[in-house]
Structure formats: structure tokens, C-alpha cells
């Protein structure tokens, strides 16, 4: 089945950096367009970043613009979150999710927490 596994969330202080990962299974990922998504306390679940499926195109949400960069690597079936210069408002639960043939499956999120 479907299946999405993230990693490389933590805490870090502002202005610091992660890299998130998301190992997908179950799908033919070379094919499937992807995207993050986070969700903080209180808050709806927003769209951070989504990528085509060969990763020629992406897309960022304007509050991560210019500090988040998705992309993939369609030969280990990873796709990544690159994220720099990390504010407080960015703290969340992050996800990232795929619509394969038409089914969102999510992963079950990985937290960051940023905060001196």
C-alpha cells in the first residue's frame, strides 16, 4: 500500500536550517507529483511546497518563499524540505502527502520546533 514516512524534524534555534526527508513506498513515485504541507497548534493545515513528478517543477507558499526549497530524488523515492533561516511562525507539525491515482495519503508528520 501507499505509504510515507518523514523524518529530519527537531528543534533549532531562529535562523538556523533543517532538511526534511519523506521516503514514499507502495506507488509509483517517479510519476507522482508531491507536496508538504504543516499544521501549528490551532491553525489549518497550509501548503507549503509542492513538486512535479519528475521535480522540473515546484511551487512554494509566499511565507516560505526564498527559505524552503522542495525537491526529489526519483532514484531513492525521496523527497526533501530544505528550509533555512527558520523564524518561530514555522513551527508546526510538517507532512508531506501524495494524490496517487487520486487518493491523498499522508505520512505521520515530522515536528519542528523553532526557538532560542
Known amino acids: 500500500q501507499v505509504q510515507l514516512a518523514e523524518s529530519g524534524g527537531g528543534l533549532v534555534e531562529p535562523g538556523g536550517s533543517l532538511r526534511l526527508s519523506c521516503a514514499a513506498s507502495g506507488f509509483t513515485f517517479s510519476s507522482a507529483p508531491m507536496s508538504w504541507y504543516r499544521q501549528a497548534p490551532g491553525k489549518e493545515r497550509e501548503l507549503v511546497a509542492h513538486i512535479s513528478s519528475d521535480g522540473g517543477f515546484t511551487r512554494h507558499a509566499d511565507s516560505v518563499r526564498g527559505r524552503f526549497t522542495i525537491f526529489r530524488d526519483n532514484a531513492k523515492n525521496l523527497v526533501y524540505l530544505q528550509m533555512n533561516s527558520l523564524k518561530p511562525e514555522d513551527t508546526a507539525q510538517y507532512y508531506c502527502?501524495?494524490?496517487?491515482?487520486?487518493?491523498?495519503?499522508w505520512g505521520q508528520g515530522t515536528q519542528v520546533t523553532v526557538s532560542s
Open positions: 502527502k501524495t494524490s496517487w491515482r487520486g487518493r491523498d495519503t
